[in-house]
Structure formats: C-alpha cells, structure tokens
C-alpha cells in the first residue's frame, strides 16, 4: 500500500488504494475493528476503510452499538447546544451549491450593523442561549476584517435580563496568519472551516470565483490557525460534492496532518449534508448524495475513529435524524437556527437565507425532546475560559476525565436554563433527567455536583468548575 506523502495534507492516491482494498472485508476483520475502537484510542484509516463497506444488517447494528459506547464512554448523555449567528450575506465567490453565492439574484444582501447584531444576540440570549457560532460570506462591509472583530466584541458586551453569550466560535473565510492573531485576541471559542470536499477535481468544479477557488488556500487554513495560537480548531466536509468514503479518509489525513504538526487534532468535525438552496440547482440534486442509513455510518465511524473529537450535528437535518444520531456519537447540536441575517430578532425575509433547514423547532421545543430521550442539554462554556484547549482538552478529555468536570458543568447550565427561561413543561421534563443523572454519579461526584445547583437554584449563575 502506498504511504501518504508527508509534503501534502491531502494525499489521494493512497485514499483511492484503501477503498480498493477495502472492498474485501470480512465480518470477523469488521469486529475485530470494533473491539479495537471499544479501547478508546482511535483507528487508523486502514482500520476506518473495511467499517464504510459495512451494509450487512446484523454487522450495522454492531457498528452502531459500538459508536454508541464509545459515546457514552466519554461523553455521558450531555448534548451541547448552540445557534448560529449570521451576520452577513455578502460573498465574492462563487460556490455553486450556496445561495449566497456571489452571482445569485435571488437573495436579497444583507450586512448586519452592529445595532443589529445586539438584537440578534438579546433574541437568543431570551432563549437561553450561551454559545453562538459567528458566520458570515466571504466579503464584508467597508471596514474589511475589522467588521468581524467588531461583530464579537459586540456579542460578547450585549446582555439581557440575567444572561448573556459567553462563547463565540466563528466561520468564516481563511484568514492570514496576523488575522488569525486578532480571532484569538478577540477571545473567541472554535475557529471552523469546512473544507466542503478534499477532492481536488470536484472543488475546482464547484467553486468558480473568487478566493474560494484556491484549494490550497483553504485546506491549511487550521495550520495558519495554530500557528496564530488558536488551538481549537473545528473542520467539517460538505457531503454530498464527492464520494463520502473519500471524504471520510481525507478527513483522516488532514486530522493525521494536526496532530504530527501541533500535537493535537481538531476540537470538532462538523458533518453538513448539502440542502437545498435558493437560486441552487446543485443544492437540490448532489452530485453523490448521501443516503440516510450512509450518513448515520458517517457519524458511527467517526466517533470510532476520532473519539475525542468532538461531532457537530445542525439543524439542517431533520429532528428525526438529528435524534438518531445522537446516540451514534453527536455531542453537540444547534437549536432553534435562522441562516438569514436579522432572522432572529425579525422572522421573516427566509429570502436571505442560505440554505433550508430540517429541523424548525425553537430551542425550548428542542431541550424538551432532548430530555425525554434521556439526555441533558449543556449550555457549559467553562474549558476554553479555564484554558482547557487544544492539547490541555485532550489530555484532560482522553482519560475519560473531562466528564467528572462536563457532567455537573451540564447540569448547572441546564438548571439556569430551566429556571431563567424552560417552559412549564420543560421544567419537569428537566428536572427529571437531572435527578436520573445525580442518581448515577458517584458519591463525592454528585455532592458536588448537588452543591452546584444548589448555587444555581439560589440565583447564582454561571457556576462552573
Ligand atoms: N463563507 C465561509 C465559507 O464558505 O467557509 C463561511 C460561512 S459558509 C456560510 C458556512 C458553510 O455553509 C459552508 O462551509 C458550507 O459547508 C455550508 N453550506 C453552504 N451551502 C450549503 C447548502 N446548500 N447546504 C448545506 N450547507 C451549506
Ligand atoms: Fe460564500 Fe461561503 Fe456560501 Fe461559498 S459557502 S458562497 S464562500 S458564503
């Protein structure tokens, strides 16, 4: 078998050699994988190939168990939720898949100011949201790149009521280094970037103006990133543009990359689906669609695989998918999302929007749903304001260690959100869950995490450890 190539991040000839190769596993190759991955360090892409090939119903279930384990391994039942924030609709490429894309009519621009962004932020702190993710097209008003630094400040100044945002992840454009300087400057969270699809030939044909159409340009953007000091980094492929089993094994190889290079791999993977898209043909027609039972396996390996990253799941999927998925190794999902700019303090101009949703529900609709499938909604921000980032994360997460801090952090979140904004219905549903999960923490893990809520019910917020 070729070697990748250690002067490129993304090799394909040996991605193609693995597929190949792949075709021939056996069901007894395909559990010993599983029992490797049941050990918590992770697979190697000759290990992931032979699990992408798995159709047989019986060896699915046992991937999917697996995939559940591991997840409940290290993760517990929390689900962290956020929303995204968009901040504008402008864009200079030309990126045939998204309505925002430079030569489409069809959508009507739009640039928040900053009047405007703290009415979006007030709208989803009266949610009970905590953390947003900032994103925005590739081009922005007069001020250039200082209209995004802007934009966070404002976030993270704007309060309501009793609340306010606490962590600001952001997607935007590659930046050059000294940018990436000011991102981590202006305290944000995770700086993500999907590199949409790492196949060479399909990205050159499905981007077609702009800077977007350099593919070597984006696909060291998380190096330019470290190199600023930002250490939780979040990639993600669109799929739908190439073969996903492709996909999957470049995203093996660009994590390979991060952690020979800076010790550490991405904080998240996000996992987009393409959907359709105002002024879109190939939004609605994929060029290689990927099936639902295809997508759950996605999410099934990579939590094998990489089980320490962290796995994004948005509302572009349904409520019934994103349900699915949550046990086969999702830990964090967004709620109650507008892909327009102004659409949450506003609800109507959907011809702003970039893509259509799945899942409509509003975030208290979402908490409900998620509770009563026995999992605890996480609102918690304490590890990056700890300094709990990239390699301290990792360290700190791969003993399974993180859950003795994440677990009562989700449940005092959870508790302020329950008393400063759940509904009636809400409330009960969550204070049953809460109880189920102090029931089954260990002495010394629950009179702490009693005392905890115990601050929270007394009116103290944002209590962390
Ligand atoms: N403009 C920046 C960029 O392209 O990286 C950042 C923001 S862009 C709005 C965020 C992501 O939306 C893109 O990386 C792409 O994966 C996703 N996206 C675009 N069109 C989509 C569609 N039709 N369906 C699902 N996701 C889409
Ligand atoms: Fe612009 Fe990003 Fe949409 Fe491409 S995906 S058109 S760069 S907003």
Do not use: H, W
């Given at each position: 078998m070729t070697v990748a190539r250690r002067?490129?991040?993304?090799?394909e000839a040996p991605i193609f050699e693995t597929i190949a190769a792949s075709q021939k596993q056996s069901a007894s190759l395909v559990r010993d994988i599983l029992a490797k991955a049941q050990e918590l360090h992770g697979l190697a892409p000759d290990e992931v190939a032979p699990l992408?090939?798995?159709?047989d119903p019986e060896l699915l279930g046992e991937l999917f168990k697996a995939a559940s384990e591991v997840k409940e391994a290290i993760y517990g039942n929390r689900l962290v939720l956020f929303a995204p924030l968009y901040i504008s609709n402008l864009c200079?490429?030309?990126?045939?898949?998204?309505?925002?894309?430079?030569?489409?009519?069809?959508v009507k621009r739009r640039a928040l100011n900053q009047d405007e962004i703290a009415a979006e932020i007030k709208s989803l702190v009266e949610q009970g949201h905590k953390r947003v993710l900032l994103v925005a097209g590739e081009s922005y008003p007069d001020e250039g790149f200082s209209y995004v630094l802007k934009s966070i400040e404002t976030i993270y100044a704007t309060r309501s009521g009793k609340g306010e945002i606490r962590r600001v992840n952001v997607n935007v454009a590659p930046l050059p280094v000294e940018e990436f300087r000011q991102l981590k400057a202006a305290k944000i969270g995770t700086y993500q970037l999907f590199?949409?699809?790492?196949h060479q030939e399909t990205y050159k044909k499905v981007h077609l103006k702009g800077?977007?159409?350099d593919y070597e340009w984006r696909v060291t953007a998380m190096d330019r990133a470290m190199e600023a000091g930002i250490d939780d980094v979040g990639i993600g492929v669109l799929f739908g543009l190439c073969d996903w089993r492709f996909e999957i094994l470049a995203l093996m190889q660009h994590i390979g990359h991060l952690e020979a290079r800076f010790g550490v791999g991405p904080h998240t993977i996000s996992v987009p689906r393409l959907e359709p898209a105002v002024g879109s043909q190939m939004a609605s027609h994929p060029p290689q669609p990927v099936s639902d039972v295809d997508f759950r396996k996605i999410v099934a390996i990579l939590r094998l695989a990489v089980p320490y990253t962290g796995i994004i799941m948005s509302t572009r999927e349904t409520a019934k998918m994103r349900r699915e998925t949550f046990a086969l190794g999702v830990s964090q999902i967004s709620a109650?999302?507008?892909?327009?700019?102004?659409?949450y303090a506003s609800q109507?101009?959907?011809?702003?929007?970039q893509f259509c949703l799945g899942d409509h529900r509003p975030l208290d609709e979402v908490i409900r749903d998620v509770a009563s499938l026995g999992y605890i909604p996480s609102f918690c921000t304490a590890c990056y304001r700890l300094g709990r980032t990239g390699a301290d994360f990792m360290d700190l997460a791969k003993p399974g260690e993180i859950k003795s801090h994440c677990s009562p952090n989700a449940l005092s979140t959870f508790m302020e959100y329950l008393i400063d904004y759940g509904s009636a219905e809400s409330r009960t549903q969550g204070e049953s869950v809460i109880a189920n999960s102090l029931a089954k923490m260990d002495d010394v893990l629950r009179a702490k995490t009693e005392r905890m809520l115990a601050m929270v019910r007394e009116g103290q917020r944002d209590v962390y450890c």
């Open positions: 002067d490129v991040i993304i090799d992408m090939n798995v159709s200079a490429n030309e990126c045939l898949y998204c309505a925002f894309r430079n030569r489409n009519a069809k590199q949409e699809t790492y800077k977007k159409t109650g999302s507008r892909t327009n700019p102004g659409g109507e101009k959907e011809d702003e929007a």
